[in-house]
């Protein structure tokens, strides 16, 4: 499994945007990119996934150069209840039976 | 809407003592996995399923074993229950096959207290 890095942690005030960089040199060609968020008290959920270029939801936009090596998740305009831990995940597809590896994490301080 | 139920949110045992966490979801997914979350190491995976009767261990399985008898339900036993097994345990689920292919489903997660 590709193994990721990312910032232990990042602070950001209200209405500014955020840039969460990962890196994952050894992503394989099957491999996507996942990013999942975890509130305090909560268990993690999924905020968006990508394979290469760009990918937009209503909750982030995550950005892939072409080398695949590093990714970057944005979330515009952070408000404080976008304090929460985020996860960087590189998985294999099509098998259904590898598990997902999370690491620590970056933990996001939004202050006012 | 999915989801992922677990059997407590907050829960206190003794020490030698056998704990069930149980953990059921309505997605007829074939993937369960178990997670503990300690501040500071992120999550680590204990065990995970694949399929009915089948078990894979994880990162950190010593002291713990799964059952998974029916397709919606995942069990992790802590066989005798120690000290250091005090921590938050979460359980997730997925679907074999499809896109978004990695989106896990968690359960709200139990906090273990073992005294």
């Known amino acids: 499994l590709a193994k990721t890095t990312q910032p232990i942690s990042m602070d950001s005030y209200e209405g500014q945007e955020v840039n969460i960089t990962c890196s994952h040199n050894n992503i394989a060609t099957n491999d996507y990119i996942t990013w999942y968020q975890q509130f305090p008290s909560q268990g993690p959920r999924f905020i968006i996934q990508g394979y290469k270029t760009k990918v937009t939801n209503e909750v982030a936009s995550l950005f892939i150069p072409a080398d695949r090596k590093s990714s970057t998740l944005s979330l515009p305009r952070v408000s404080l209840s976008d304090t929460a831990v985020y996860y960087c995940?590189?998985?294999?597809?099509?098998?259904?039976?590898?598990?997902?590896?999370f690491g620590k994490g970056t933990r996001l301080s939004v202050i006012a | 809407d999915v989801k992922v139920t677990q059997s407590s949110r907050y829960l206190v045992k003794r020490t030698g003592e056998k704990v069930f966490l149980e953990c059921v979801q309505d997605m007829d997914h074939e993937n369960m996995f178990w997670y503990r979350q300690d501040p500071g190491l992120g999550l680590r995976l204990i065990y995970f399923s694949y399929d009915v009767k089948m078990k894979e261990k994880g990162d950190i399985p010593e002291g713990y074993s799964v059952s998974r008898e029916k397709k919606e339900r995942f069990s992790l036993i802590l066989e005798s229950a120690s000290t250091n097994q005090t921590s938050m345990y979460l359980c997730?689920?997925?679907?074999?096959?499809?896109?978004?292919?990695?989106?896990?489903?968690f359960g709200p997660g139990t906090r273990l207290t073992v005294l």
């Open positions: 995940l590189v998985g294999e597809s099509p098998s259904g039976n590898t598990p997902l590896v």
């Open positions: 997730a689920s997925r679907t074999g096959t499809g896109v978004p292919y990695n989106e896990q489903f």
